[in-house]
């Protein structure tokens, strides 16, 4: 992005995907109390997220997994670029792909980057808005984090 107006462009992309995932995140987390429930479990296979209580499911949650950031190596990775994901977890994320190559965004092209867990959080903000996602959730490990868009969930019955 060495041209003025696309970093422009950019940047104010950027900001309102971030104040989007925030109004959207505050209305989740406020029907759906994600942060309450004692544990969660993630299937790839069936690209959900299952939040648990009692060992029981409370909210069942479609996902699409964004990327991560390593805290070893300092580094973004996209989905869409890491083999080790399974396929139906991230076969949305090429849309986001696309839309950084038409809007000349390199930041969403470019499959690994110096980052760190707040241009993972960017990242997330802007893949939701071009998803169009219902919120977020960020998965903790020992080597970093994982950032996963959430474009379904309702309460389990």
């Not at 107006?5 to 995907?17: F, G, H, I």
Request: aromatic share 12%.
């Amino acid at each position: 992005m060495s041209d003025p107006t696309t970093e422009e462009c950019w940047n104010r992309y950027l900001q309102e995907a971030y104040l989007r995932l925030m109004r959207k995140q505050s209305a989740m987390m406020q029907q759906y109390h994600l942060e309450d429930h004692e544990r969660f479990s993630l299937d790839p296979v069936s690209d959900s997220l299952v939040f648990l209580n009692n060992d029981r499911p409370a909210v069942l949650a479609r996902i699409q997994i964004v990327g991560s950031v390593s805290t070893r190596s300092d580094t973004w990775l996209w989905s869409w670029a890491n083999s080790k994901i399974l396929s139906n977890s991230k076969n949305q994320m090429h849309r986001v792909r696309i839309y950084g190559e038409t809007h000349h965004f390199s930041a969403l092209t470019t499959e690994k980057w110096f980052a760190d867990e707040i241009d993972g959080w960017e990242m997330t903000s802007v893949s939701a808005r071009i998803l169009k996602a219902r919120g977020a959730y960020r998965i903790t490990s020992d080597n970093g984090f994982t950032y996963l868009v959430i474009t379904d969930l309702k309460w389990a019955n």
